[in-house]
């Protein structure tokens, strides 16, 4: 029973705090929409000679307030948790989406709401991988670290459809842009709610010397309900746990900020802020962004917006199957080399077919279209069995406890970097370079496939207190062994 009540609250634990993840993603695909809408364009003036700016402005504002809260978000999150922080992360968001949803009649308005939304964003996707690494058990750890990524393709489906609906059936007043705006609340309040029922992470709690308070919460996220995983984890995992931060207190003591530039932790933050251009490089959050405009692009018609909802559903369906059957059987290495040589190959395709066979204007979907749709459609498969989830698992479960927080938020401030930079490129290489753009993507992509190869370590089956022998530390590393006999001489 105290296993299966365990494996259930951890991924209640990580779905609930992954919710954060939804928002992102929701917040980002929802918003290209609305700016199409002519309810939209007629409630805030909206012309043909600003309308490019404004849905420019609309996605960098929320980016740009991503970026920042990345760095305030670290000092605050070592101080007062993981679970206040997500928390305060729904509450910022949620104000920024309340100001979004009113007829303010003004851009200006919408664009600090922008900001305000994006600065709770960030806070999120800064601290959710890592609530989830340090809250789940190893044995799952990858497949709830690939929740993250699950949560923004569900995302990103629902906005694609919420928009499809409205524009369908709903005219051109203003509850037809505000009901798509208006939805991103339900996910914010679940998310800002449910903390309060949860538990604060263990490893922070046993870090900032709350012992008995860590206890408890390992307890509860095991199903402590049993007396025997009371005891089980009160006297073992635990005491492991409690050991093995001591140990790397006791290895890193005095050195402070020299933590952050030794050998070994100047690798780390080498990967996560690689890993996280990777990201960009693979063409998939282009893709993500501006799917009608690139189904368009490789032939598919007046028939683009309808293939982009299906297009969040494969994302869903692969990211789903990635989650629940592959992630801790192929490993964070395998699935990060495999994912971008078939994403390079698709690639390679969709340029040969929209180059030998542009698209027209106009013109209704194609037999070569279709090929090239469904080539697309494969690559967000392959990029949601790899390259969309595992970064962030993988940045979550590198970095020893006491530099967790910074390690995680240099990645994601990486990530909203380049994914501001990569939305800013994407329409311009459509419209300028046309199927070049793909070509491009597959050098990319191969050349991410070779990096997997020769620089990511398999961390599959380890705990986070054996990262540092993982990665090869002479200064940090924790011994194990020594950790494990301290644990049983005390259990003796």
């Not at 670290?74 to 679970?83: E, H, N, Q, V």
């Not at 008995?212 to 009160?234: C, H, M, P, T």
């Not at 530390?473 to 001489?489: L, Y």
Request: with cysteine; hydrophobic share 45%.
């Amino acid at each position: 029973m105290g296993g299966k009540l365990g494996a259930f609250r951890a991924w209640y634990l990580v779905a609930l705090s992954c919710m954060g993840s939804f928002l992102f993603a929701y917040d980002t695909g929802v918003v290209g929409g609305v700016l199409t809408l002519q309810s939209f364009q007629n409630d805030f003036r909206i012309t043909k000679a600003n309308q490019a700016n404004v849905s420019s402005n609309a996605t960098s504002l929320l980016q740009a307030g991503a970026f920042f809260s990345c760095f305030f978000v670290w000092p605050f999150t070592a101080r007062f948790g993981r679970r206040s922080s997500i928390a305060l992360a729904s509450l910022i968001f949620c104000i920024g989406g309340v100001v979004q949803v009113i007829n303010t009649h003004s851009l200006a308005a919408f664009y600090v709401a922008r900001v305000i939304s994006g600065i709770g964003v960030g806070m999120a996707t800064v601290i959710i991988p890592m609530y989830s690494a340090e809250m789940a058990p190893k044995q799952i750890r990858g497949q709830l670290g690939s929740m993250f990524q699950f949560f923004f393709t569900l995302g990103v489906m629902t906005s694609y459809w919420v928009d499809y609906g409205v524009s369908q059936h709903l005219g051109a007043t203003t509850e037809q842009w505000q009901i798509p705006i208006g939805l991103q609340l339900v996910p914010g309040g679940i998310l800002g709610l449910g903390m309060l029922l949860t538990k604060e992470s263990t490893r922070w709690l046993a870090k900032t010397g709350r012992i008995e308070e860590a206890s408890k919460s390992l307890i509860w996220v095991r199903g402590g309900d049993s007396i025997q995983v009371q005891e089980e984890y009160s006297s073992d995992r635990f005491a492991e746990i409690i050991a093995g931060i001591q140990e790397e207190e006791r290895a890193t003591e005095g050195l402070t900020w020299k933590e952050y530039i030794l050998p070994v932790n100047r690798f780390r933050f080498a990967i996560v802020i690689t890993l996280q251009i990777g990201v960009q490089l693979t063409g998939n959050t282009s893709l993500a962004y501006y799917a009608p405009q690139i189904f368009k692009a490789v032939g598919a018609g007046d028939q683009s917006l309808l293939i982009s909802g299906f297009f969040g559903v494969v994302k869903v369906a692969s990211c789903l199957f990635f989650l629940l059957f592959l992630v801790e059987k192929i490993g964070r290495r395998g699935s990060l080399v495999g994912g971008a040589f078939l994403m390079g190959t698709y690639m390679l395709i969709i340029a040969c077919l929209t180059a030998t066979h542009p698209p027209i204007a106009n013109q209704s979907l194609t037999s070569t279209g279709a090929a090239a749709v469904a080539m697309v459609y494969l690559e967000a498969m392959s990029y949601n069995i790899s390259w969309g989830p595992v970064p962030w698992l993988y940045m979550s479960e590198i970095f020893p406890s006491r530099i967790r927080e910074a390690g995680v938020a240099v990645g994601t401030a990486t990530q909203w970097l380049f994914n501001f930079v990569f939305s800013q490129i994407t329409p311009h290489a459509i419209n300028n370079i046309g199927w070049r753009t793909f070509l491009m993507f597959c050098i990319f992509n191969w050349a991410l496939a070779v990096y997997a190869w020769f620089v990511i370590k398999e961390t599959k089956g380890k705990s986070l207190e054996e990262m540092e022998s993982l990665f090869g530390s002479n200064e940090t590393a924790i011994d194990v062994e020594k950790t494990h006999r301290h644990v049983q001489s005390k259990r003796a």
